[in-house]
């Protein structure tokens, strides 16, 4: 039987081939999609293409996010100076209202793509098994990539940073507002019948204390204008390697099938414009993939370590991943010599695994993180070959696992 050196060595040879930019929408998006078609036919399998329209409206959205939340903080933190309390609570609650609104749209499922600069782009799969299984198994990973101009921890730092500190401010000036008016509510009411009044020294002194606060909170809210999406990563680690995984993995497969479940193997597109790929593909497959007897297997950002790894949970508040999958992972993977990790500080990232969760999919996201992903340094030096065949013989036998149950 092949060790997992040679499961490594085939599955780094399949990731290379897609280790090149192809950002949803370009030459090379299309170009990825030829290749896997051509690679699912080249094991014997017939490739399945859906297409469904996508756009970098959500991606934008995410640059464009904080922007007038930081113009309402600080506007209100403004107006508070002038003592125009009303205008100061109106802008606070905007910031308030805006930042939800923006985190219900990015967690839900938006179907609203915008007006312009949309394209058409494609999930593929193919699967192995009856047609009348009695489960079924999904591995998933998506295929496009994305450079951005800020690495990732910056971008975390930003977005999470600017979120913290924008509700440290409201809460600053709600307690400073309440504290002034003696927590009294007829003075709360007067100070809010005042329109606007500039203060003396005295009073400006007193009211002055957080400005440099409230400045710094609207300058780390404007940040992510800065942050352009661009076309320039190879995407090796994010996610050609995954891709290799799910390739070799079909290999095997392909030869030995499963007795009672049907493999699906899914490429999908889009997942760096707000997982789109996954999305259609669930909205597509409704009807063929009951979640009572479905299993999902995400794979993303896999081969830059030594290790196997998860998300513990997905999206913001979060939704946790299967933890009884979970501990058949690292069951498997300690029974190979295998170090394992599951990730606890994923909340508010988001894979292709958090639709399949939001619907109600029994289902587990494997991969870490690492510095290159969406960098022009993620290229095909940074995978691990090793840890790829680790990958294959850890998911193998979760496979033949679950379909034993």
């Known amino acids: 039987m092949p060790d997992a050196a040679e499961f490594g060595q085939r599955a780094f040879q399949f990731a290379a081939r897609?280790?090149?930019?192809?950002?949803?929408?370009?030459?090379?998006?299309?170009?990825a999609q030829e290749l896997i078609k051509k690679t699912f036919s080249g094991l014997d399998l017939a490739p399945v293409e859906d297409k469904f329209p996508a756009s970098y409206l959500m991606i934008s959205l995410s640059r464009f996010a904080l922007v007038p939340i930081g113009i309402f903080i600080f506007g209100g933190y403004c107006f508070y100076l002038m003592l125009a309390f009303k205008l100061a609570v109106f802008s606070f609650l905007m910031a308030l209202l805006l930042g939800l609104g923006f985190m219900i749209y990015c967690q839900g499922v938006p179907?609203?793509?915008?007006?312009?600069?949309?394209?058409?782009?494609?999930?593929?799969?193919s699967r192995i098994g009856s047609e009348s299984p009695e489960q079924e198994i999904l591995l998933v990973a998506h295929y496009d990539s994305k450079s951005q101009t800020f690495p990732a921890w910056l971008r975390v730092l930003i977005y999470y940073g600017g979120s913290i500190l924008s509700l440290i401010g409201i809460g600053i000036f709600l307690g400073q507002f309440l504290y002034i008016n003696n927590f009294d509510l007829e003075e709360i009411r007067s100070s809010l019948n005042v329109v606007c009044i500039i203060p003396d020294y005295e009073q400006w002194s007193y009211y002055y204390h957080w400005f440099w606060f409230f400045l710094g909170v609207a300058i780390i809210d404007f940040l992510p204008l800065l942050n352009r999406l661009g076309n320039r990563s190879a995407g090796a680690t994010d996610n050609a390697g995954a891709m290799g995984v799910i390739f070799e993995l079909a290999r095997i497969f392909q030869s030995d099938p499963l007795k009672k479940s049907r493999l699906w193997l899914v490429m999908t597109g889009a997942e760096e414009l707000g997982l789109l790929g996954a999305r259609a593909f669930i909205e597509n497959h409704a009807a063929e993939l009951d979640p009572i007897r479905t299993m999902v297997i995400n794979l993303d950002l896999l081969g830059s370590d030594f290790r196997i790894s998860g998300l513990s949970r997905l999206g913001f508040p979060g939704i946790k991943t299967d933890r009884a999958f979970n501990q058949m992972v690292k069951a498997i993977a300690e029974k190979n010599g295998l170090p394992f990790r599951l990730d606890p500080f994923s909340i508010g990232f988001a894979t292709d695994a958090y639709p399949f969760l939001k619907k109600g999919y029994r289902t587990i996201d494997l991969g870490?993180?690492?510095?290159?992903?969406?960098?022009?340094?993620?290229t095909v030096d940074k995978l691990n070959p090793a840890n790829l065949g680790d990958y294959v013989q850890v998911i193998q036998r979760l496979i033949q696992d679950l379909d034993q149950k």
């Open 18 to 31: 897609f280790c090149f930019p192809r950002l949803s929408g370009t030459p090379g998006d299309r170009d």
């Open 111 to 125: 179907h609203f793509l915008g007006r312009r600069k949309k394209h058409w782009t494609s999930n593929i799969f």
């Open 368 to 378: 870490s993180f690492n510095r290159w992903f969406h960098t022009e340094a993620d």
